[in-house]
């Protein structure tokens, strides 16, 4: 089946500690997207990556960081720099030619 | 400035009744696209519908559509015929093609279907 994973579904860690949030799709789509949804509120992006080896900074990308070494991967790593981490997140993709993007199921980290 | 404003936190519907979702938008781009997501209480974020900015007529998909006024800078979800699984937020979403490749969300809007 063709679609967006992203694991685990809940994930706690202590505060002070580095997190990495997987996010893998096989649709074969170029540009890859982090948001981040509080509770309430619309989605905030945090970082973005149209091609293999580069990515951008969005809206509130302070103490994120990713990487895209591959098209199909792009891992969301939250550092001990995040002050409020607690929240669910939300991976995307899109065809490169097209608007729409499409959703994983999401991510709800809980910093203890 | 906000660039999606959904202004209904929240809307009650009754079951086999339409619904109207608001949602106005701020780009003084030419070209864009809109989009509606629905995100049920399970989290994911599921595409409803789009509408690009040249296209004339509103986008329709089964029992959404869109109703889009583009001078006014609306693009309103419409459902019909309701469902009792059609209670989840709803968020509008844009997407400014010539300024980069960020898509914008609003707020959300609050659904429940009343059997």
């Known amino acids: 089946d063709g679609g967006i994973t992203q694991s685990p579904k809940y994930l706690f860690r202590k505060e002070g500690q580095n997190v990495t949030l997987s996010c893998e799709q096989n649709?074969?789509?170029?540009?890859m997207y982090w948001y981040r949804q509080d509770p309430g509120q619309g989605l905030r992006l945090i970082y973005y990556?149209?091609?293999?080896?580069?990515?951008q900074k969005g809206d509130i990308a302070e103490g994120y960081s990713v990487s895209r070494e591959k098209k199909e991967s792009f891992p969301l790593t939250v550092t001990s720099a995040q002050k409020n981490p607690t929240a669910f997140y939300l991976c995307?993709?899109?065809?490169?030619?097209?608007?729409?993007?499409?959703f994983g199921p999401g991510t709800r980290l809980t910093v203890l | 400035a906000q660039k999606i404003t959904q202004t209904q936190p929240g809307m009650f519907v009754q079951e086999k009744e339409a619904v109207t979702l608001d949602c106005t938008y701020d780009?003084?781009?030419?070209?864009?696209?809109l989009f509606w997501y629905k995100q049920p209480s399970s989290g994911e974020m599921i595409f409803l519908i789009y509408q690009g900015s040249y296209d004339e007529q509103n986008a329709t998909e089964g029992r959404y559509s869109l109703n889009f006024q583009k001078a006014r800078k609306s693009a309103n979800l419409v459902i019909s015929a309701s469902q009792l699984g059609d209670s989840a937020m709803y968020f509008c979403?844009?997407?400014?093609?010539?300024?980069?490749?960020?898509?914008?969300f609003g707020t959300g809007t609050s659904l429940t279907v009343i059997p």
């Open positions: 979403a844009m997407r400014e093609r010539q300024t980069g490749n960020q898509f914008y």
């Open positions: 780009t003084s781009d030419q070209s864009y696209g």
């Open positions: 995307a993709s899109r065809p490169l030619h097209t608007d729409t993007q499409y």
């Open positions: 990556s149209q091609i293999v080896n580069d990515f």
């Open positions: 649709l074969n789509h170029d540009a």
